[in-house]
């Protein structure tokens, strides 16, 4: 029997997370038609409007009043990963940087030495539902990288490699490649403090789509000290070396070599694998430093000067201008997505 599984265990809303990552996420809201604010098209009596989890209908407002997400709120001394599968996001912060992106794009924000940022979840559709799928992952920095300058960076859809493989059988296997290089494909690359920056640290996020009967070799680390999570978030079990592990469970596995994924019954995976940063966290909602003098550090610099400030007329904003996806810079700079297709890799 393999000895490539370490442990598994059940997931819940928030998944367990392994230095390098401090969080992760799978918000997965299926959303009604919007109305003329790019809110929800309903009533919204019975939400606990501001703290809204519950999913009542199968949808949340989070801490959205008027149109869902999160609206406003500062960070410190770590970075969001946001992976975007369906619906749009709408960002804003206190550097005064602008984006719309989504459907399969990822936005990789530094906060550094602090930054405020709302992320709000626009219904565009007013016939239809607007479903949003998105994944959200905190990946910490080093002690010498945490004060940094703020930074984002967005890997628009197209730009972001995608692997083919095809088993013996013909089945197929997608692997999109968010971060760290797979089978001759590189990924945009993460912004430049970010611990996936150093080769060293061995950061991957893939997305890991199995279709039923399909048998994929997950190559062997390049570090002997990565260490490797397997989420199984949709289809009901996925066979690491032959080992079972069911549907919405998290899998630590071995990374000193190959392992062979495979489902009878299809089965996507999102994999995060990185080597340990090995330094004291300390964390208290939105900072994440060393020691708690840090954190009293960070609340006292925030009530001191907020980041920058909040340079826009309101704490949940939406780009009603904006006519597709973008991203516009504090200089002013705009960048929008390239009219490309993505980068694929057929392997056998």
């Known amino acids: 029997m393999s000895d490539a599984v370490i442990q598994t265990i059940e997931l819940g809303s928030q998944w367990p997370t392994i230095d390098p990552f401090l969080f992760c996420v799978h918000h997965d809201d299926h959303y009604p038609a919007g109305n003329e604010h790019a809110g929800p098209a309903v009533a919204l009596q019975g939400r606990d409007l501001g703290q809204d989890f519950a999913g009542l209908d199968g949808w949340r407002m989070y801490h959205g009043v008027e149109v869902p997400g999160f ?33 399969g794009d990822v936005q990789w924000l530094t906060a550094g030495s602090g930054i405020v940022h709302s992320e709000m979840f626009l219904l565009l559709d007013q016939e239809r539902g607007n479903p949003l ?22 890997l628009w859809d197209g730009a972001i490699p995608r692997l083919h493989h095809r088993d013996d059988n013909g089945r197929l296997s997608e692997i999109t490649v968010i971060a760290g290089a797979l089978g001759g494909l590189v990924p945009p690359p993460p912004p430049p403090h970010s611990w996936a920056s150093r080769a060293n640290a061995d950061v991957a996020i893939w997305h890991l789509n199995l279709e039923p009967g399909a048998r994929w070799p997950l190559p062997a680390a390049a570090g002997i000290e990565t260490i490797r999570t397997l989420y199984v978030f949709a289809g009901e079990s996925l066979y690491i070396d032959g ?29 995060l694998q990185g080597r340990p940063i090995g330094e004291p966290v300390a964390r208290y909602g939105p900072f994440v430093m060393n020691d708690d003098d ?48 993505g980068r694929v890799s057929t392997a056998p």
């Open 71 to 103: 609206p406003n709120h500062p960070h410190r001394g770590f970075e969001t990963v946001t992976y975007v599968r369906q619906g749009l996001i709408d960002h804003s912060d206190s550097l005064g940087a602008a984006a719309r992106f989504g459907r």
């Open 133 to 154: 799928e998105l994944f959200q992952i905190w990946v910490n920095l080093p002690a010498e990288d945490k004060m940094v300058a703020p930074h984002f960076s967005m």
């Open 294 to 341: 840090g954190i009293e550090q960070a609340f006292a610099d925030y009530r001191a000067t907020r980041f920058g400030g909040w340079p826009w007329p309101s704490e949940e904003p939406v780009h009603r201008e904006a006519t597709g996806r973008f991203a516009r810079r504090p200089d002013g700079t705009v960048e929008t997505p390239a009219a490309v297709t």
């Open 243 to 271: 080992i079972e592990v069911g549907g919405r469970t998290a899998t630590v596995v071995r990374g000193d070599g190959e392992i062979v994924l495979s489902s009878t019954g299809g089965a996507e995976v999102l994999l």
